[in-house]
């Protein structure tokens, strides 16, 4: 009876307050940082991603998958067997409880224990206190409650104060974290979601390798972005870095005024099944089609104008004339697009949006819930 009670209590004191918030972070490397006070750190990183793994394997073999915190039982052992405190195993549990329970949303062929690889600790303000510094440095963070004892200094960067200039508020949490550049810290900044528009037009985006954006209003966004790809070096180290800012530069061209909802293309798993199916050099230039990212950059930029998105399947989107509806696969040939039936001639990624648009019109996710009046002659 106790412990129910117990872990009712810790459920709703370290419930999360700003749920209904958009939340941004902001990556600091810690350069400045001193050898001794880097090697602790990165002692205590490991030793937090021992633990998560060590809670992981206790939940997975033992079915738990509740929302429920762990009881004092596995908190006890993870205090003895790794000499932490009660607050440090109680978050490495609630960690991995969650990272156990997000395995299980995935379908049944992919559900296998997981595991935590990255060296990275997230800290609320039971460990963390963000304070100003007086000194060279315009910032810093105090660590305890079972993270190693320290001072950390730093100064904003230049990403950071688009955040603190833009009405962003500081969270009380960070992350901690190190990879090959070193140990850095991520900043949350957290802001009120801006409320959904409720007028203004349905636009259609499709996506793209040959254009990354196409949208059914005429704008067609980072289409020289495949002949920057084609340029660069095959053994340059920071292409991938350099294509995913070019992205981004693109997107902020984007013109969402008076619009209300995106239908957007739905390209999950998109390149499942494709493996020995294209040369070495296509596989390359497909390696640097970012859609994931554009879509998850797209998905954030909405929601900060208040613009609504909805996935549509991408079925029959490329075939179908947003003309007369007429579909036949013999309508588009690369980037052109000729209906056989009334002869409408446009960009193929055009076409596409179009037909997005129109699904986000009738609110349906595919072409196969539409009745043959709004799809075309041909039976789906």
Request: glycine share 6%; proline share 1%.
């Amino acid at each position: 009876m106790k412990l129910s009670i117990y872990a009712k209590n810790m459920k709703k004191r370290y419930k999360q307050n700003n749920h209904g918030s958009m939340r941004r972070t902001s990556r600091i490397y810690l350069n400045d940082l001193n050898k001794s006070k880097s090697d602790t750190m990165r002692v205590f990183l490991n030793l937090y991603q021992n633990i998560i793994n060590y809670c992981i394997c206790l939940f997975w073999s033992a079915s738990d998958f509740t929302e429920n915190l762990a009881d004092k039982g596995i908190t006890k052992s993870i205090e003895e067997r790794f000499g932490v405190t009660a607050r440090l195993s109680q978050c490495t549990s609630k960690q991995a409880k969650e990272i156990v329970r997000s395995q299980m949303k995935k379908s049944k062929r992919s559900q296998r224990m997981p595991r935590f690889k990255s060296h990275m600790a997230n800290l609320d303000s039971r460990f963390v206190e963000i304070e100003k510094f007086n000194g060279h440095f315009e910032i810093c963070i105090k660590t305890g409650s079972g993270v190693p004892k320290m001072v950390i200094p730093f100064n904003w960067t230049k990403h950071t104060n688009k955040f603190r200039d833009n009405g962003w508020t500081l969270s009380n949490s960070v992350r901690l974290g190190y990879d090959k550049k070193g140990i850095f810290i991520d900043l949350i900044f957290e802001k009120e979601k801006t409320p959904l528009r409720q007028e203004g037009n349905v636009m259609g985006v499709d996506r793209g390798f040959n254009c990354m954006i196409a949208c059914s209003n005429g704008q067609m966004i980072g289409k020289g972005l495949k002949e920057i790809i084609k340029k660069g070096g095959k053994r340059r180290k920071s292409y991938h870095h350099f294509i995913e800012t070019e992205t981004n530069r693109c997107l902020k061209q984007l013109d969402t005024d008076n619009i209300k909802l995106i239908a957007l293309e739905e390209l999950k798993n998109v390149k499942a099944n494709k493996r020995g199916k294209f040369s070495r050099k296509v596989n390359r230039l497909l390696s640097f089609w970012h859609y994931a990212r554009v879509g998850k950059r797209l998905e954030q930029l909405c929601e900060e104008k208040g613009i609504c998105i909805a996935h549509k399947s991408p079925w029959k989107t490329s075939q179908r004339c947003s003309v007369c509806g007429n579909i036949d696969r013999r309508n588009r040939k690369g980037e052109r697009f000729l209906c056989l039936k009334c002869e409408s001639e446009m960009n193929a990624d055009y076409n596409a949006s179009k037909n997005l648009e129109l699904l986000g019109l009738a609110g349906v996710y595919s072409l196969r819930s539409l009745t043959n009046n709004f799809v075309g002659n041909k039976s789906l």
